[in-house]
Every structure is written in structure tokens, then in C-alpha cells.
């Protein structure tokens, strides 16, 4: 019954996110062929300017790793952008599901049920993590999908590891979240807070999408995500939860 119910209280952002992540990279892909031609001296030619256009803002994104094929194209393009709004959603949950359901009376009915504090924590973060893999997964299968349309190699393997690189960063962002959102003892310092130090640890450690097995360009290492460096560890996320189950009385 509760992973019932804390998967039914993210079906607002796993539909919007699959949904229009999926839309919006299969009508990127689309565009693609008008703007990068059908020629490879014209696609070259077209990656060449994404790439000087592409140095202005550097600052904001990463530098497009082979923007002349349509798996770089589109990373530059739209999933740079899209893990920016995703990092803030997952940091918004990670409040949301550590001091929204106490607001709204849900953390006290659950644990007067029979629920202990860790299990709820724990349930959902599963639930949330697996509607963050499905958004990211629908994400890049709207390139894979529009490939063949427009003469490209769909790459599968290399954009499922694209998604899984994503949502390993994001949960992990999620969690830290979760767990700084149990320090304070209001709800609106805890949201500035944790999605605040979310956001600055992602900038400042550079964790913004990479190319991951992109035709033509080397993929990460095993042991590290998108942004070249350590993958979060497996049991980051778990940690948290018990974590932030043992702050949760301390602050009442």
C-alpha cells in the first residue's frame, strides 16, 4: 500500500517528464536534417559553427562533443538544458518528500499506521528514483526514435547510458536534497536550503551532462558519470534516507 501510494503522488512529473522529454528530442531530431543538411561536408560544416557558437557560453553548458552527428546534436541542444530543469525538480522533491508530506499530514498518518519513518524515506526514494530513470530513459528515445528518419545511427546502447549517467546524478542530487531539507525547522528555509545547496554543489563541481559513447568520440570511464568524475555510490540514496529518518525527531 505505501508503494502504491508514493508512486501515485509523482504521476504529475513522470507524465510530464517522459512525456515531453520524449516530444521534445524526437522534434529536435527532426529539425536536425533541415539544419545540418544531408551531406557530411555539410553536417562537418554545420558542427564546426555549432562548436564557436557553442564557446559564448561555455559558462552555462558544456562544450558539444561531435555536434555534427545527431546524438550531439541533441546533447547540446536539449539535454544540457534538460538536466537543468531536472536538477531542480529533483531537488524540489527531495524537500517535497522530506517536509511537503509533513505539511500536508501525510508523514503523521503514515507512521500512525504502523509505518516507521525509515520505510516511508525509503519507499519514496524508490518511487521517485524509478519515475526519474523512466523521464530520463523517455528522454533519449525520442532521439533514438526520429534516427533512421533522418539518415542517423540511433546508438541505443550509447543514449540508454546517457539516461542511466543522468538519473544516477540526479538521484544522488535528490538525496542530498532530502537529507539537508531535515536541518532546518522551516519549511521555507528547508526548500531554499536544500535545493540551494543542490544546485551549487551540481555547478561547482561541473555536473552538467557529457557524451557518453557518442559515433566517433571516446566514452567515459566505467567508474565515472557525465561529468567525468566518481559515480555517486550505490548506497548514497539509502544512506540519506536513514539519515534523514534519524534527523527527523531531532527536529521536533
Known sequence: MIAWSAWRLHR???IGFSVGGFLISFFYGAAFQQAAGTSA?????????????????????????????LGGYEQYKWLSGAIVVMMLWAGLAGVGIGRGDEDRGLTAE????????????????????????????????????????????????????????????LFAGYAIALLI?????????ATALGVGAWCCCSWSTGS??????L???????????????ARP????????????????????
Do not use: Y
Open 110 to 169: 503514515w507512521i500512525a499506521s504502523g509505518v516507521s519513518r525509515t520505510r516511508l524515506l525509503l519507499a519514496r526514494s524508490a518511487a521517485f528514483g524509478l519515475v526519474l530513470l523512466i523521464a530520463c530513459i523517455a528522454s533519449v528515445l525520442g532521439i533514438v526514435a526520429i534516427a533512421p528518419a533522418v539518415h542517423q545511427d540511433p546508438n541505443v546502447a550509447g543514449e540508454i547510458l546517457k539516461a542511466l549517467s543522468m538519473a544516477a546524478g
Open 12 to 14: 504529475r512529473g513522470l
Open 208 to 213: 552538467r551532462i557529457r557524451s557518453i559513447r
Open 233 to 252: 555510490h550505490p548506497a548514497a540514496p539509502s544512506t540519506s534516507a536513514r539519515q534523514s529518518a534519524w534527523l527527523w525527531p531531532r527536529r521536533h
Open 215 to 229: 559515433p566517433g568520440s571516446e566514452s567515459s570511464p566505467p567508474s565515472t558519470g557525465w561529468n567525468g568524475r
Open 181 to 189: 531539507s531535515q536541518v532546518p525547522a522551516e519549511r521555507q528555509t
Open 41 to 69: 561536408s555539410s553536417q562537418a560544416a554545420f558542427g564546426r559553427s555549432i562548436s564557436l557558437v557553442a564557446k559564448q557560453f561555455a559558462f552555462l553548458i558544456p562544450l558539444p562533443v561531435h555536434p555534427e552527428t
